[in-house]
T-cell receptor, first 116, second 113 residues
Framework: GDSVTQMEGPVTLSEEAFLTINCTYT??????LFWYVQYPGEGLQLLLK?????DKGSNKGFEATYRKETTSFHLEKGSVQVSDSAVYFC???????????????FGQGTILTVHP | SQTIHQWPATLVQPVGSPLSLECTVE??????LYWYRQAAGRGLQLLFY??????ISSEVPQNLSASRPQDRQFILSSKKLLLSDSGFYLC????????????FGSGTRLTVV
């Protein structure tokens, strides 16, 4: 079945450091890929997405490129801020394939803490 | 755009008591709706999904049930809570445009004591 594997955290960085959170997936066909962010005590918010190979999703300084050859969707940011401290989830959505819903499969989440 | 209302925000319930969590959606019709649970320190587990009124599918066997009495209302219930039911429960709505991901509610923190 589908699965998503994220690098284990927690990740602790100083402000303005470079961030990479690795994400790899296993799925048949051509899934869509997502990064979600969860701030303390809140629900999840869509951060960025990519729907086909070589697409680059970007938002708020974060980027991730859909790499089919390595089945990866690593999240990067050139200069993190304290306000980026949150839990980050990588997720995939396989196409309908006979069903009429799009189940999201999530990774286990990576806790990011940024210090001033 | 879609908005999801989820309540209550926090809940402390004794073991063996019933549960009812409600989720309502605004800004769309006939959405696909989902209940996820996030256990402490772990990822998200899909519990139920619904593609329409009274159409509920369960992903994992458990002590919980779900109902969708109206198009934009999704309810998570239990007759008798277990300690293992503690967690953070999230309702989600799939956006109309395919591949645009989900909109999540703000979640309910359930502690069973």
């Amino acid at each position: 079945g589908d699965s998503v594997t994220q690098m284990e955290g927690p990740v602790t960085l100083s402000e303005e450091a470079f961030l990479t959170i690795n994400c790899t997936y296993t799925a048949t066909g051509y899934p869509s890929l997502f990064w979600y962010v969860q701030y303390p005590g809140e629900g999840l918010q869509l951060l960025l997405k990519a729907t086909k190979a070589d697409d680059k999703g970007s938002n708020k300084g974060f980027e991730a490129t859909y790499r089919k050859e390595t089945t990866s969707f690593h999240l990067e940011k050139g200069s993190v801020q304290v306000s980026d401290s949150a839990v980050y989830f990588c997720a995939l959505r396989r196409g309908a394939g006979g069903t009429s819903y799009g189940k999201l499969t999530f990774g286990q989440g990576t806790i990011l803490t940024v210090h001033p | 755009s879609q908005t999801i209302h989820q309540w209550p925000a926090t809940l402390v319930q004794p073991v063996g008591s019933p549960l009812s969590l409600e989720c309502t959606v605004e800004g769309t019709s006939n959405p696909n709706l989902y209940w996820y649970r996030q256990a402490a320190g772990r990822g998200l587990q899909l519990l139920f999904y619904s593609i329409g009124i009274d159409q509920i599918s369960s992903e994992v066997p458990q002590n919980l049930s779900a109902s969708r009495p109206q198009d934009r209302q999704f309810i998570l219930s239990s007759k008798k809570l277990l300690l293992s039911d503690s967690g953070f429960y999230l309702c989600a709505c799939e956006q109309e445009t395919v591949n645009y991901g989900y909109t999540f509610g703000s979640g309910t923190r359930l502690t069973v004591v």
